[in-house]
């Protein structure tokens, strides 16, 4: 059976006004029908539709002189009532839901996490121990500190992503995926979960933090401005989001980064960023487990005795 071929209406969502109910020709809109009654989409246009009633089943009963022909037609209406959904309009669009193995069990999707493989996890572009790099200079403010890395990170991350942002588009990335089957979700200004595409996401990130970084309120840059009360608080808010955003082109845009040459740039990126918030403790480890395998693989300082090659320039 070709799938445009019925439309089948089912009125639990709105009841059909009386001379909706009853007009099968009159108006402007098809009549709505009652559950298990098929129309056949190929005659909507004279607005004669074909109407599968009880009266119809006994009568191609009669014609067909067969019960089983009835029951097989039974069938396949409750068949295309539980997998589709179905619009005011008349159309349809197939249920997803129940999409699975015919036993009902979900697919296992197996995760191949490339980016552990010692081949890539050696590629950077720096050999040093990152940690001296983050520590707080002695004769520097704190949140002067925080503030400066904090912009950095955007602006170094913001330019790794846009490498790839020609790959991720709403087609290759309909959710905001990492590894471990993460998917994050944006939040609205009332903590309302909005569902949005991964190059949506990383727009919202990027603004927000952008936004906040050039406020001078927020991120004061003029001698003698202080910094607020919320100013950690901001900073670990935009940590989160960075993390979200490196641990997305770690899982959906690993080979595209590979292919532009790129790696080593990521790891040492991706390294110096966790280190710098496990010092400060910018992120809850718990927002960043899903990361951990490869956090230790590239946060672990190289022994001082081991000549670490550096494989990019
Ligand atoms: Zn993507």
Redesign the pocket.
């Given at each position: 059976m070709k799938r445009n071929r019925f439309t089948i209406h089912t009125n639990v969502s709105s009841k059909p006004s009386p001379t909706e109910a009853g007009m099968p020709g009159g108006g402007g809109r098809l009549p709505m029908l009652s559950k298990g009654e098929i129309l056949d989409s190929s005659l909507q246009s004279a607005r004669r539709p074909f109407v599968f009633t009880l009266q119809k089943r006994e009568k191609v009963k009669k014609r067909n002189n067969s019960e089983r022909f009835c029951r097989s037609l039974d069938i396949l209406i409750k068949f295309l009532s539980r997998r589709m959904r179905f619009k005011r309009n008349g159309s349809y669009t197939l249920n997803r839901k129940g999409k699975g193995k015919p036993n009902g069990k979900k697919a296992v999707v197996e995760e191949k996490k490339h980016y552990l493989e010692p081949e890539y996890t050696k590629v950077r572009v720096v050999d040093f121990d990152l940690k001296e790099l983050v520590m707080l200079p002695s004769e520097i403010d704190l949140n002067e500190w925080l503030a400066c890395n904090t912009t950095t990170f955007f602006n170094l991350i913001n330019l790794q992503y846009s490498t790839?942002s020609e790959?991720?588009?709403g087609e290759?990335?309909p959710n905001?995926?990492a590894a471990c089957s993460q998917i994050f979700s944006w939040e609205d200004e009332k903590r309302k979960k909005i569902k949005c595409t991964?190059?949506q996401y990383?727009d919202f990130v990027m603004s927000q933090i952008q936004k906040l970084v050039t406020d001078e309120e927020i991120f004061p840059t003029k001698y003698g401005k202080e910094f607020p009360n919320s100013f950690e608080s901001l900073v670990k808010k935009i940590c989160k989001f960075l993390f979200h955003v490196l641990a997305?082109?770690y899982w959906?845009?690993f080979k595209e980064t590979v292919a532009l040459d790129l790696l080593g740039h990521l790891n040492t990126l991706y390294a110096h960023f966790i280190v710098f918030v496990r010092e400060f403790n910018l992120v809850d480890p718990k927002d960043t487990c899903i990361m951990d395998d490869l956090s230790e693989v590239l946060c672990t300082p190289p022994p001082p005795s081991a000549h670490n090659h550096v494989t990019e320039r």
């Open positions: 790839i790959f991720c588009t290759t990335c905001m995926t991964a190059p990383v997305h082109i959906a845009h």
